[in-house]
């Protein structure tokens, strides 16, 4: 069992000390694949999901199923808690999936989410982790509704919110040397000193505007996760970069359209005012273009940040039509 002894209150639980969280691994009566035990409270605890290492540790052998579990925690302690959340697209069905072990029983998962798992395996420790597709139970409507509601929640008091872009691609490698070693010759341009032809450093400026312009930044739901983070990574494959590095490129490149005009660049803006007024009907207008599956999540996505909507006032429920959500919004 994964428990944890509580800390003093300004401290966070380390991911071998913390908390006395429930396992909630699986129904041991089910032998083909996992189940979801039921929350005893959906309202007041969540999930995180215990990543295992790379390898393991009594033997050194490498673990080649992705292993994982899921402990319960109460959403009180969130704050002395030590977990990452992930920021990742789901992806399309016709991408396929992959098998990962939970609970020690097979659970299928979207071939992003895979390769996002495998990568994010520490090689000698587990990583705790807050990821909706593994920590809700996504056939029970009803804690789903619960729980998508506690998600700004989730995001805010996470010690690091993980920005998953996916694997390599486009040159994504430059991009990412671009974005830690390019800040000093980002400067020189915008002061004027210097215009830059190197074919080198223009292959990886290059690189970097397809890296703002990957699919991840359009979704809707990534709005909230990335402006209530206290603190944000942004990793593409084996590659990571902290957001004041990526931060820095933006604002050093912030002269040029494509920067100027792509979403993290946005997104990079609202960060610095998110604690502002953020009414609902302003965050609707300024994400009517960011794209989600469901066409109530334009809605339910946004409650997180808008600080005009009491839990009582707008309520996540799936069970309603497009039209039903709607009207509530308009009533609201």
């Known amino acids: 069992m994964f428990t944890f002894s509580r800390p003093g209150k300004t401290q966070r639980a380390t991911d071998n000390e913390a908390l006395t969280i429930d396992d909630c691994t699986n129904n041991p009566s089910d032998a083909s694949g996992f189940v979801y035990s039921p929350l005893h409270n959906p309202t007041k605890e969540i999930r995180l999901l215990v990543l295992k290492s790379k390898y393991q540790s009594e033997r050194g052998s490498y673990r080649y199923n992705i292993e994982c579990s899921l402990r319960l925690v109460p959403l009180y302690l969130l704050s002395i808690t030590n977990y990452e959340a ?3 697209t789901w992806g399309s069905p016709e991408d396929g999936v992959r098998e990962i072990r939970l609970g020690g029983k097979p659970f299928d998962v979207r071939i992003n989410l895979w390769w996002a798992l495998d990568h994010l395996r520490y090689p000698d420790r587990p990583r705790i982790l807050w990821i909706d597709a593994l920590c809700i139970d996504q056939s029970n409507e009803i804690e ?12 805010r008091e996470a010690s690091k919110v993980i920005v998953w872009l996916g694997l390599p691609a486009a040159n994504s490698n430059a991009a990412f040397e671009f974005i830690v070693d390019g800040n000093t010759a980002s ?5 004027g000193a210097c215009e830059i032809s190197n074919p080198v450093h223009t292959t990886n400026l290059n690189a970097f505007f397809a890296l703002c312009e990957r699919g ?3 979704r809707l739901w990534v709005v909230q996760e990335i402006v209530l983070a206290k603190e944000l990574m942004v990793s593409c ?10 931060s820095r ?3 050093g490149y912030e002269h040029y359209d494509r920067i100027k005009s792509s979403l993290p660049y946005l997104f990079d803006r609202q960060r610095s005012d998110r604690y502002y007024e953020c009414r609902l009907i302003n965050l609707l207008e300024a994400c009517q273009a960011s794209e989600c599956a469901d066409p109530r999540d334009k809605v339910y996505g946004l409650l997180g940040l808008a600080n005009d909507c009491g839990e009582d006032e707008l309520v996540v429920d799936y069970s309603k039509t497009v039209y ?3 009207r509530d919004v308009i009533a609201f």
């Open 86 to 88: 992930l920021s990742y």
């Open 144 to 155: 789903r509704n619960h729980q998508v509601r506690q998600m700004g929640l989730v995001y």
């Open 187 to 191: 400067l020189d341009i915008q002061a």
């Open 216 to 218: 991840y930044w359009s």
């Open 237 to 246: 494959g084996p590659n990571v970069a902290t957001w004041t590095a990526f």
């Open 249 to 251: 490129a933006l604002q």
């Open 324 to 326: 039903e959500v709607y």
